[in-house]
T-cell receptor, first 114, second 116 residues
């Protein structure tokens, strides 16, 4: 089954404790990205990757890091989480980064930073 | 800059009523793509439809239909004979994505509640 898989789905952590949210897709998609969803703001892009070893900032990259060492994986790293990073996070992928290809989303990761 | 507005924050209807969710977008590109996603209470984002800017034909899929009008920059979504399972947050999104970064701009979402 074609899917984007995120882990963990739910996490409560403390301020400053580094954490990683993993993301994996099995569709051989070149393009992957991370979004965060906050009430009244819809989804906002954090980082994206056009292909392996190619990453760039989205609209709200502060406080986050990413890496793309393999095509299928695109982990999101919070080096020193803060309460304002409490949010619902989505990993997404599409065939390529252009032509308005349909983006497929993971199931979401609920992150609470206390 | 591209922008998507979903003016209806919340809508409540009774089962079997028809309901239309509005979406207005802004873009300076002539090539762009419009999407609708459904987010049920479980939280995942479910893809519903993708349209490109050159195809203004309305689309119907079962009880769902979409009305794309470039003249008014709108891409409205209608659910006919709504059901309780239609209760969700619905997002309209725009991607200019012609050359780089398939970045979608999302509206703030419309929460639809369908009461039995």
């Amino acid at each position: 089954e074609a899917q984007v898989t995120q882990n963990p789905r739910y996490l409560i952590t403390v301020t400053g404790k580094k954490l990683t949210v993993t993301c994996s897709q099995n569709m051989n998609h070149e393009y992957m990205s991370w979004y965060r969803q906050d009430p009244g703001l819809g989804l906002r892009q954090i980082y994206y990757s056009m292909n392996v070893e190619v990453t760039d900032k989205g609209d709200v990259p502060e406080g986050y890091k990413v890496s793309r060492k393999e095509k299928r994986n695109f982990p999101l790293i919070l080096e020193s989480p803060s309460p304002n990073q409490t949010s619902l996070y989505f990993c997404a992928s599409s065939l390529t980064g252009g032509d308005g290809n349909t983006i497929y989303f993971g199931e979401g990761s609920w992150l609470t930073v206390v | 800059a591209q922008k998507v507005t979903q003016a209806q924050t919340e809508i409540s209807v009774v089962e079997k009523e028809d309901v239309t969710l509005d979406c207005v977008y802004e873009t300076r590109d002539t090539t762009y793509y419009l999407f609708w996603y459904k987010q049920p209470p479980s939280g995942e984002l479910v893809f519903l439809i993708r349209r490109n800017s050159f195809d203004e034909q309305n689309e119907i899929s079962g009880r769902y239909s979409w009305n794309f009008q470039k003249s008014t920059s709108s891409f409205n979504f209608t659910i006919t004979a709504s059901q309780v399972v239609d209760s969700a947050v619905y997002f309209c999104a725009l991607s200019e994505g012609a050359y780089n970064n398939n970045d979608m701009r999302f509206g703030a979402g419309t929460r639809l509640t369908v009461k039995p």
